[in-house]
């Protein structure tokens, strides 16, 4: 995953599945690093598109208020 960048990141996991499902309906490929305290629940979930696809996917989830 050397060329995979983060796009979003958010505390609530649902909004990271949110936000990575609207890519892939965009035909964009994303997958979600959970950095999440599995105990506590405190940390970030993270988005993450290929270095190609930063740019588009930035634009989607703006265009999407996500």
Known sequence: ?????????NSQYFKSEMVKQVLIDHE???????KQDSSYKFGMVEVHVE?????????????NDL
């Open 51 to 63: 270095e190609s696809n930063e740019e588009r996917a930035k634009q989607i989830i703006e265009e």
């Open 28 to 34: 964009i490929e994303a997958v979600i690093m959970n």
């Open 1 to 9: 995953m050397n060329n995979w960048v983060k796009v979003y990141s």
